[in-house]
T-cell receptor, first 111, second 114 residues
Framework: SQQGEEDPQALSIQEGENATMNCSYKTSINNLQWYRQNSGRGLVHLILIRSNEREKHSGRLRVTLDTSKKSSSLLITASRAADTASYFCATDYRGTYKYIFGTGTRLKVLA | KAGVTQTPRYLIKTRGQQVTLSCSPISGHRSVSWYQQTPGQGLQFLFEYFSETQRNKGNFPGRFSGRQFSNSRSEMNVSTLELGDSALYLC?????????????FGQGTRLTVV
């Protein structure tokens, strides 16, 4: 399979806690993007990190990228019930415009 | 600025029929990609169009086809529908002129084949 792998598959935390999810991929990339999906609806773009970047922040989100390990992590700080969703990483396949999605992490934030 | 618009939102078709889904990208975006999402296979890339040309194609049978018009709107067609084609079909748009542009998704079309 060309898909990336994300772990954990599911994560349940209390409101206010931090949530960390990881993504591993297989091929060389130009960039990696993280998305959120609520209940089988469309994907919301969260952040793009380029292959020459190691860390990126956006509000409560922090993304890291380790190209030597072919992995990325998404940290959501001070989580809220509204963060409950599935989170996906997507990598451009060998620098093409074809994006390969990970299997996703289902995050549940308990109020 | 309007987002990516997909129509229809929901569709029920019978096996053997064909279906056409539509995607209007964000204004100014010239790249449109299509994905199929199912519980078993996750998000799978179908194809990508840029300025009316297909640049990339996923591993789907020839029953799945697409096209892009001069205004960047795109359509996806599935012929001879099978039960396994039931899925959420998502399209994404981006500027597409470099490999570092963000891709924005529509709400999807949920296709049910009965």
């Amino acid at each position: 399979s060309q898909q990336g792998e994300e772990d954990p598959q599911a994560l349940s935390i209390q409101e206010g806690e931090n949530a960390t999810m990881n993504c591993s991929y297989k091929t060389s990339i130009n960039n990696l993007q993280w998305y959120r999906q609520n209940s089988g609806r469309g994907l919301v773009h969260l952040i793009l990190i380029r292959s020459n970047e190691r860390e990126k922040h956006s509000g409560r989100l922090r993304v890291t990228l380790d190209t030597s390990k072919k992995s990325s992590s998404l940290l959501i700080t001070a989580s809220r019930a509204a963060d409950t969703a599935s989170y996906f990483c997507a990598t451009d396949y060998r620098g093409t415009y074809k994006y390969i999605f990970g299997t996703g992490t289902r995050l549940k934030v308990l109020a | 600025k309007a987002g990516v618009t997909q129509t229809p939102r929901y569709l029920i078709k019978t096996r053997g029929q064909q279906v056409t889904l539509s995607c209007s990208p964000i204004s100014g975006h010239r790249s449109v990609s299509w994905y199929q999402q199912t519980p078993g296979q996750g998000l799978q890339f179908l194809f990508e169009y840029f300025s009316e040309t297909q640049r990339n194609k996923g591993n789907f049978p020839g029953r799945f086809s697409g096209r892009q018009f001069s205004n960047s709107r795109s359509e996806m067609n599935v012929s001879t529908l099978e039960l396994g084609d039931s899925a959420l079909y998502l399209c994404a748009s981006s500027f597409g002129d470099s490999r570092d542009t963000e891709a924005f998704f529509g709400q999807g079309t949920r296709l049910t084949v009965v």
